[in-house]
C-alpha cells in the first residue's frame, strides 16, 4: 500500500477526495482477495497533514489485516510522528528476512522538499544488506522513483540521485526489484537489467505520462506481491471502481 495520505480528521481529503474512505475500502478489498498476508509494506506519504493522529489513523485502519508492517516516510510524512506511533514496534524495522528473500525499506525522504534523495546513510545501510544477504533474494522499497515515469513533471521530483543507485546496485544479480510510491500510479518495468514496480495510490490517482500535473479517474488501487523461493516475483493490482468518488479535476497540484 502507498500513498493514502490521511489527516487526523475523517473529513480529510486530497484533491477532493476522502483518504480514510478510500483506504478503508482498500482494506476491505485486501480481506476479500488475499488469504495469507506475510508482511504489508506501505511505502509513503501515510499522511497528508503530518499528524501523529494521522499515522494513528493508519495503524488503526490497517489493523483488520492482522498481518505485520514495514513503513517508510514520503515527502508529506513526519519522520519525528512516524517514529512516536511506531515506538514499541518493528514498523520502521529496515531490514527485514522474509523465508529466501530480504527486504530493505529506505529513506529517500529530503527535508522541506518534494524530490527524494537517498543520503550516505541510506546508500551504507543498502550496501551492507546487499553484502551480507548475498544469498537471498532482494528486494528495495523507498518512497521516490529512481526512474523516470515519462511525465516531466514528476520526474522532475524523484530521487535526484538515482544514477549513484544504480551504480552501487549494478554488480548485484539477487536484486529482484525496486518498488516505489510517490507517483500515484502502477509501472512494472526493466531498466538496466533490474525490474522498477510502482504502486497505485490508495486514494487519488495521477495521469501517466503527462507533461503537466494531471489527475486519473482510474480507481484507488493497491498491489499484491508473490515473492516465491527461486526469486521469480507475480504481482497484480486491484483496484476499488463503480465508487463515485469526489474529485476536484481542475487543481493543478497537490
Known amino acids: ?23 478503508k475500502l482498500i482494506v476491505e478489498r485486501v480481506q476479500e482477495e488475499v488469504d495469507h498476508i506475510d508482511l504489508i509494506l506501505a511505502t509513503g506519504d501515510i499522511a497528508q497533514d503530518s499528524s501523529v493522529g494521522a499515522y494513528e489513523n493508519f495503524v488503526s ?19 519525528d510522528n512516524m517514529a512516536t ?31 527524494g534523495n537517498l543520503a550516505q546513510d541510506q546508500l551504507d545501510i543498502l550496501k551492507t544488506a546487499l553484502d551480507q ?20 513533471w514528476i520526474d522532475k521530483i524523484g ?21 516505489c510510491g510517490h507517483v500515484h500510479q502502477a509501472s512494472d518495468v526493466m531498466f538496466n537489467g533490474f ?34 523461493p527461486n526469486g521469480d516475483i507475480e504481482t497484480s493490482i486491484s483496484r476499488i471502481e463503480g465508487v463515485d468518488f469526489k474529485i476536484d479535476y481542475t487543481q493543478q497540484g497537490y
Open 133 to 152: 544477504h548475498h544469498d537471498k533474494h532482494i528486494l528495495i522499497a523507498f518512497h521516490h522513483h529512481p526512474i523516470s515515469m515519462g511525465s516531466q
Open 85 to 115: 506511533v511506531a515506538k514499541g514496534t518493528d514498523y520502521a524495522q529496515t531490514v527485514t528476512e522474509l523465508g529466501d528473500w530480504v527486504i530493505v525499506m529506505l529513506d529517500s525522504v529530503v527535508a522541506r522538499k518534494v524530490y
Open 159 to 179: 530521487v535526484k540521485n538515482s544514477e549513484e543507485f544504480q551504480q552501487l546496485i549494478a554488480p548485484y544479480k539477487n536484486i529482484r526489484a525496486i518498488v
Open 1 to 23: 500500500m502507498t500513498d493514502p495520505h490521511l489527516h487526523a480528521k475523517a473529513d480529510g481529503t486530497l484533491l477532493g477526495m476522502n483518504t480514510e474512505d478510500s483506504l
Open 195 to 228: 525490474r522498477y514496480i510502482s504502486t497505485p495510490s490508495t486514494c487519488v490517482q495521477f495521469l501517466p505520462k503527462s507533461k503537466d500535473f494531471g489527475i486519473d479517474s482510474s480507481g484507488p488501487g493497491y498491489r499484491c506481491l508473490t515473492l516465491h
Open 61 to 79: 485502519f490497517v489493523a483488520p489485516l492482522n498481518a505485520p508492517m514495514r513503513w517508510i516516510p514520503g515527502n508529506h510524512d513526519n519522520r
